[in-house]
Nanobody, 126 residues
Framework: QVQLQESGPGLVKPSQTLSLTCTVS??????????WDWIRQAPGKGLEWMGT???????YYRPSLKSRTSISWDTAKNQFTLQLSSVTPEDTAMYYCARRYFYCASSGCQYKYDTWGQGTQVTVSS
């Protein structure tokens, strides 16, 4: 089955750039109808969608994060990377990567997440 695994530093200092990698195993990132997302959850808060990338390289970002967020592919390694610049303690969260696709049924059409990574904890502190 397809598996996603997040990796990166657990601790970063304020003003630095956070870089996290999602490795896709037991599958291919070349399937064109999937979107690959980064989602986070701060302590005591709900899930916050950060952004997404398609195999083509098309990206979309949460408006409040767009100015300091970048998602990119390394398809040779079956990986996509999140970079979040100028981090503050407000960026402390569990960070997840996930796979999403668009599907249609008799009730209509919608997006659905079918695979999640286990998450990685990131703490922003000096």
């Amino acid at each position: 089955q397809v598996q996603l695994q997040e990796s990166g530093p657990g601790l970063v200092k304020p003003s630095q750039t956070l870089s996290l990698t999602c490795t896709v195993s037991s599958g291919s990132v070349t399937t064109t109808y999937y979107w690959w997302d980064w989602i986070r959850q701060a302590p005591g808060k709900g899930l916050e969608w950060m952004g997404t990338i398609a195999f083509s390289g098309t990206t979309y970002y949460r408006p409040s994060l767009k100015s300091r967020t970048s998602i990119s592919w390394d398809t040779a390694k079956n990986q996509f990377t999140l970079q979040l610049s100028s981090v503050t303690p407000e960026d402390t969260a569990m960070y997840y990567c996930a796979r999403r696709y668009f599907y249609c049924a008799s009730s209509g059409c919608q997006y659905k997440y079918d695979t999640w990574g286990q998450g990685t904890q990131v703490t922003v502190s000096s």
